[in-house]
């Protein structure tokens, strides 16, 4: 098994030197980078508007990233009286370690769907909601919310931008080096790499090649795109990818 992981950095990396470690041939392939969101700036006054009861909600560790950052920079805090929610486990534990406060998450798959069967979510009339996010994304917590009687507000904390790369010339090296294993954990990298790489080796190569993904949504994303080999992993964290890659 030769594994292509297209996550961005850090983590990309990270997951390339684990498998390695295990006697794994891996590479590292970045498909997006990240920058500082173009709301930041207005974070600090937003959080402190929120009181008891209202809600945060972090949608990646990226978000966290950007958001800690500026408020250190900012010399604001975290405030206490919002209750704090995370996509999944690893956000969760990058907002907890970031602002020490107890922060609520689904255990079982990180995606919008589960976050939203949280039972403190279910009776939210006139809460404001503040999302943590990145530039774009998917609107399902959002409109939710605003169903459920929220008002619901977004703070771009980081914009994806997609890396520039020939297409086929990196189809050639990886297809050469015998990748036959991807890994990708979203949507829109799924998307780019699928558009990056040339018709000739997309049929004869990248379609062939083993898929793992994060959620059933990305399966059928994948199954959509042409992939017949696919597999979810439990969720997006590196831990749930090394064990799928076991």
């Known amino acids: 098994m030769n594994i292509l992981v297209t996550r961005p950095s850090p983590s990309g990396e990270m997951l390339v030197s684990r498998l390695r470690a295990l006697g794994q041939v891996a590479w590292s392939f970045p498909l997006i980078e ?59 534990l990058a907002l907890h370690t970031a602002s020490g406060i107890e922060v609520r998450y689904p255990l079982d798959q990180e995606i919008s769907e589960v976050l939203l069967q949280l039972p403190e ?42 890396k520039l790369y020939d297409g086929a010339q990196e189809a050639m090296r990886w297809h050469t080096r015998g990748v036959d294993t991807i890994v990708v954990t979203s949507g829109e990298m799924l998307q780019q790499l699928f558009t990056l790489i040339p018709l000739w080796y997309r049929e004869n190569w990248l379609l062939r090649c083993r898929l793992l993904v994060v959620s059933e949504r990305l399966a059928n994303l994948a199954r959509e795109l042409g992939w017949q080999d696919i597999q979810v992993a439990e969720n997006a964290d590196n831990d749930a990818l090394l064990r799928a890659l076991q």
């Open 34 to 92: 990240f920058t500082p969101g173009r709301e930041l700036n207005t974070l600090p006054e937003r959080l402190s508007a929120l009181g008891q009861d209202d809600m945060v909600f972090a949608l990646s560790q990226h978000a966290v990233t950007f958001a800690h950052a500026h408020l250190q920079q900012t010399h604001a805090h975290w405030p206490l009286q919002p209750r704090y929610f995370a996509i999944g486990r690893t956000t969760a």
């Open 121 to 162: 979510l279910q009776n939210i009339q006139g809460k404001r909601a503040l999302i943590l996010r990145g530039n774009g994304g998917r609107e399902l917590l959002g409109e939710t919310l605003v169903a459920r009687g929220a008002q619901v507000e977004f703070c771009e904390c980081y914009q994806r931008c997609g």
